[in-house]
Structures are given as C-alpha cells and as structure tokens.
C-alpha cells in the first residue's frame, strides 16, 4: 500500500452556542487549525503517484476563501461549533471524514490528465472507419511498446507538456471542436483507462456524443 499525506492550515473564530453566558467558550475566540488529507493506493499510475500533490490545490483554494479566517458559525449556519460535533459531522474521525459533510465542502473532482484534443478527422482504423471523431488523448501509459507511436502520450519525461483537466473543461473543448454538433468522442492515449473516465462519458453523452475506447485491455473499470 503507498501513502501520502498533506497538512493544511487556517485560523477561523468561533462562539459555542449552549454554554453559560460566562463560559469562555460563549465569547469570541478563534483557533490555528489542520486538515490532513492522507490518500493511499494499492498501485501508482502510470507516473509513478498516488496522485500530484497539485490536484490538492482545490482543497486549499476552498479552506483559504471559505473558512480562512472567517467566522465558522458564519460558515457552517449553525453555532454547534465544537470539534466533536464538527468530526461527527465529516465521519466521525479526523482522518476518516467525508469532506461532503464538512460544512458543505465538496468533494475533489476527479482530473483527467490530457496530452491532446483535436479534430473532427476520420477515424481511420477499427470497426468505427470512416466516421467523424474527435480525439480525446490521455497521457500516462503502463505499458511501453516497442511500436507505440504516441510516446509523447507515454513516457514521464513529456509530462510538462501533459494538462490536468476536469470533465467540463474536456467537454467544452470537444464541443467547440465539433461546433456543438454530435460526434464520435475517442479516448486515447497512452492509456485512457487509467484515468476516471465516468464522468467524461457521462457528460458526454448529455451532450449526445458517443464514444470509443482505445485501450489495450490492461485496467477494468466497474
């Protein structure tokens, strides 16, 4: 198993609602706080993470434009502001709580990792020739073929060209590509099944493309 971990810091003020008036905790005060967020994994990607630390950054860009320094009752709408109830609340465990449940914290969307979108062009290959796709292609791979002709999708050495997307953003620029007309989407890489596709083809097919998967079989998705 691979482990990782992170700390995060804010300082908020609070009041505890409940207490006598001349409890300490009834005036205002305020705290230093820590969130650690530890990720583990059976298996690396094919770059070698858990996952990039920099994928975190929207976790701290909530916790330093919501609750840093701000006044928790504010924030969570109600004064039962103690740290029992506050973990009670994300799961009941500092390190196992769901960040749905935190004062309304959302949950970190899961990124693609893109080497490339272009098109429409014509699929040339497989049992879809002929038709009009757009190619999504994801970056990382784990295998290395000898006959790959995509390495710049492949090995860790192009990362800096590769771009972390949300399935929004992928889906904008598909349907810019195919002036918002339905299209055949094909996800490509590297390999594709490595990255959380589910959302992708959700939103996808809101939008009434269709998709292809070009994988060489290596990682099931449920």
């Known amino acids: 198993?691979?482990?990782?971990?992170?700390?995060?810091?804010?300082?908020?003020?609070?009041?505890?609602?409940?207490?006598?008036?001349?409890?300490?905790?009834?005036?205002?005060?305020?705290?230093?706080?820590?969130?650690?967020?530890?990720?583990?994994?059976?298996?690396?990607?094919?770059?070698?993470?858990?996952?990039?630390?920099?994928?975190?950054?929207?976790?701290?860009?909530?916790?330093?434009?919501?609750?840093?320094?701000?006044?928790?009752n504010d924030v969570l709408g109600h004064d039962q502001t103690t740290a029992e109830v506050i973990l009670a609340r994300s799961g009941g465990h500092p390190r196992c709580g769901d960040a749905r449940h935190v004062g309304g914290v959302p949950t970190m969307t899961e990124l693609v990792r893109i080497s490339e979108i272009f098109g429409p062009t014509i699929q040339g290959e497989g049992p879809l020739i002929g038709r009009p796709t757009v190619f999504v292609r994801t970056a990382g791979c784990d295998y290395r073929c000898e006959w790959c002709d995509t390495l710049y999708a492949v090995l860790p050495e192009y990362r800096d060209e590769w771009v972390l997307m949300t399935p929004p953003q992928i889906m904008t620029r598909v349907n810019e590509l195919a002036k918002d007309r339905p299209v055949l989407v094909s996800l490509s890489g590297g390999n594709p099944a490595l990255h959380p596709l589910a959302p992708l083809i959700a939103l996808g097919r809101r939008n009434a493309h269709s998709f292809a998967l070009e994988t060489q079989g290596s990682v099931s998705q449920a």
């Open 1 to 72: 198993m691979y482990t990782i971990a992170k700390r995060f810091a804010f300082s908020a003020s609070h009041t505890i609602g409940g207490v006598p008036p001349e409890h300490p905790y009834a005036r205002l005060h305020g705290h230093n706080y820590e969130v650690e967020v530890i990720l583990q994994s059976a298996s690396l990607d094919a770059i070698g993470f858990v996952r990039d630390y920099g994928e975190l950054s929207d976790l701290k860009g909530f916790l330093d434009t919501t609750v840093d320094h701000r006044h928790l």
